[in-house]
C-alpha cells in the first residue's frame, strides 16, 4: 500500500485535527485552508480507525466533485479504491469515505437509516439548521469508534444564523451542552500556502467594499454578503440601558403569531433620536395570553400607540373575528401600521445609518438597549432575499419576528398616510376609543392622523 503522506498544517489546521468535542466548526474568512483540512482529517480516521464510516457532504454534487472527488483520487491514489456509482473510497482496514450532497430540504431522504462513525459538512452556512440536523442524526452506532461531527464555515448563506448561534455566540438550546462544542477561527493569512502561490487573492480581498471584506477576508460573523443590515454596528447601535423621561413619547409594535409574539418597547427623544429599551420574544401564546403579558410587561407606561401588522385585521374563517378584536377585548387598542415591507425596510436602514446631530455627533436615529437580546441577535441575520434584493428574506423564519416589530415602528413613524387608527371594537358603539382607553387603565393617546 502507498504510504500516506500529508504537508505540514498551520496552526489552526493543528487544532482542528486535535480537536475531540462532538462538533467541531473550523472556519471564518475564505482561503483559510479549510477543505484541504476536511480531506486530510477524514482520511486520517479512516486509516486510524479500521472499518470506520464516513461521510463527507458538500450542498450540490458538482461542488462536491470539484472541491473533494477530484483532489481526493490524487491524494488517496494507491491507498483507497474510488467507485464512481456511490462516490466513495474504500480502505483496505474496511474503513469508507462517503461523499453526498445536500441541495434541497428533500436530498435529507437519501439518508435516512444511514449510520456513520464521522461526519464532515463543507460549507455548513450553505444548509439550512433542517438539514444540517437530518445529516447530524446520521452520526450514530454502537461500535468503540467515536462519534463526531466536523463542519467548515464562512459568515453568510442561509445557515449563517444556527453556525452562529451555535459556535460565535454559543447560545444552546436545552439539550445542548456548551462541552460538546469547539469553534476553530481560520483567516486568509493562516494559508502560507496562499501567501506564497497566490498572494494577489489576498489582495483582492483588501479591496472588497466594507462588510464584504471583514467577512471574506476577517472571518467576522456580524458582516456577510447578503446581509441586509449591513450598517448594523454592534458597538455603535447597541447601548446600555438608562431611565427614559417620562416627557418621551412611547410606542409598542408587534409582530405576533402563535409561532412566536414578539413585541418591542421603543422611546422617541425629542430630538428625534429613538431607543429600543424592552422587548418580548415568547412562542406559543394564545392572543389573550399574549395581551395580559404586553400588559404586565408594560407596567402601566404611557403608550403613545400599540402598532401591529394589517394581518391582525383579517377576520378568521372559522370565527369571522379578527385578532385585533381579541386583544381589543383583552385590553389592547391597536393601530394598524402597513405592509409594504420594502418601504419598511428601507425605513430600518434610514434609522440605522449615521447621521451629524446638531451637536455635531456622528450617531445613527436608533438605537437599541442591550437587554433586546432577540432584536440585537435577528436584526444583523437577516439576509436579501434572492428574487427580490429589496426585501429581506422570510427565511430562517424564526429570526423574523423581531425585525418584522422594529419595521412596523419604522414605516409608521415614516408614512403618516398609513398610520390611521383601525381599532376594532365588540364592546357598544357608544363606547369611544379615549373611554375604553381610560377604562383599561392605560391613558393611550388616541388619535386619527
Known amino acids: 500500500m502507498t504510504e500516506f503522506v500529508m504537508e505540514a498544517p498551520n496552526k489552526r489546521q493543528q487544532r482542528f485535527f486535535a480537536a475531540d468535542a462532538r462538533y467541531v466548526a473550523y472556519g471564518g474568512a475564505r482561503g483559510g485552508g479549510k477543505s484541504w483540512a476536511v480531506r486530510r482529517k477524514a482520511a486520517l480516521l479512516a486509516l486510524r480507525y479500521p472499518g470506520a464510516r464516513i461521510l463527507l457532504v458538500r450542498r450540490t454534487l ?17 491507498i483507497a479504491q474510488y467507485r464512481e456509482n456511490d462516490h466513495s473510497f474504500s480502505f483496505p482496514n474496511g474503513s469508507l469515505i462517503k461523499l453526498g450532497f445536500c441541495a434541497s430540504e428533500s ?76 469553534f476553530i477561527p481560520a483567516k486568509a493569512g493562516d494559508n502560507a500556502a496562499l501567501r506564497e502561490k497566490d498572494p494577489g487573492y489576498l489582495a483582492w480581498l483588501d479591496s472588497l467594499p466594507d462588510g464584504q471584506r471583514e467577512a471574506w477576508r476577517d472571518g467576522d460573523w456580524d458582516a456577510f454578503l447578503g446581509q441586509y443590515f449591513s450598517e448594523f454596528r454592534h458597538d455603535i447601535h447597541v447601548v446600555e440601558p438608562f431611565v427614559i423621561p417620562k416627557g418621551w413619547r412611547r410606542y409598542v409594535s408587534m409582530d405576533y403569531g402563535l409561532d412566536m409574539c414578539a413585541v418591542l418597547w421603543i422611546a422617541v427623544a425629542p430630538n428625534g433620536r429613538n431607543y429600543v429599551y424592552k422587548e418580548i420574544h415568547r412562542k406559543d401564546l394564545t392572543i389573550s395570553d399574549a395581551a395580559a403579558e404586553i400588559l404586565r410587561v408594560n407596567n402601566g407606561e404611557e403608550i403613545y400607540e400599540f402598532l401591529a401588522p394589517p394581518d391582525l385585521w383579517s377576520r378568521q374563517r372559522e370565527t369571522g373575528r379578527t385578532t385585533a378584536e381579541i386583544f381589543s377585548e383583552a385590553g ?13 425596510w428601507l425605513a430600518v436602514k434610514e434609522e440605522l445609518k449615521l447621521r451629524t446631530w446638531e451637536d455635531s455627533r456622528k450617531a445613527p436615529r436608533l438605537q437599541i438597549f442591550a437587554n433586546c437580546r432577540h432584536l440585537i441577535k435577528n436584526l444583523p441575520l437577516l439576509r436579501h432575499d434572492e428574487r427580490d434584493p429589496t426585501d429581506c428574506a422570510t427565511e430562517p423564519h424564526e429570526i423574523t419576528h423581531a425585525p418584522d416589530a422594529l419595521r412596523g415602528f419604522c414605516i409608521y413613524r415614516t408614512s403618516a398616510a398609513v398610520g390611521e387608527k383601525t381599532h376594532s371594537y365588540v364592546f357598544s358603539a357608544e363606547r369611544s376609543r379615549t373611554t375604553a382607553a381610560a377604562q383599561i387603565g392605560y391613558g393611550q393617546k388616541q388619535h386619527t392622523i
Open 62 to 78: 458538482p461542488e462536491l466533485k470539484e472541491n473533494h472527488v477530484r483532489p481526493l483520487m490524487a491524494e488517496l491514489g494507491g
Open 107 to 182: 436530498d435529507v431522504l437519501q439518508y435516512q437509516g444511514q449510520e456513520y462513525d464521522f461526519l464532515f459538512i463543507d460549507e455548513a452556512t450553505q444548509l439550512t439548521e433542517y438539514q444540517f440536523m437530518w445529516i447530524a442524526s446520521c452520526c450514530r452506532g454502537v461500535n468503540e469508534i467515536p462519534k463526531r461531527i466536523y463542519l467548515t464555515c464562512n459568515p453568510g448563506g442561509v445557515g449563517h444564523a444556527w453556525v452562529k448561534r451555535l459556535f460565535i455566540d454559543c447560545d444552546y438550546r436545552p439539550g445542548e451542552r456548551a462541552e460538546d462544542y469547539v
Open 332 to 344: 389592547l387598542f391597536l393601530t394598524k401600521t402597513s405592509n409594504n415591507r420594502t418601504a419598511g
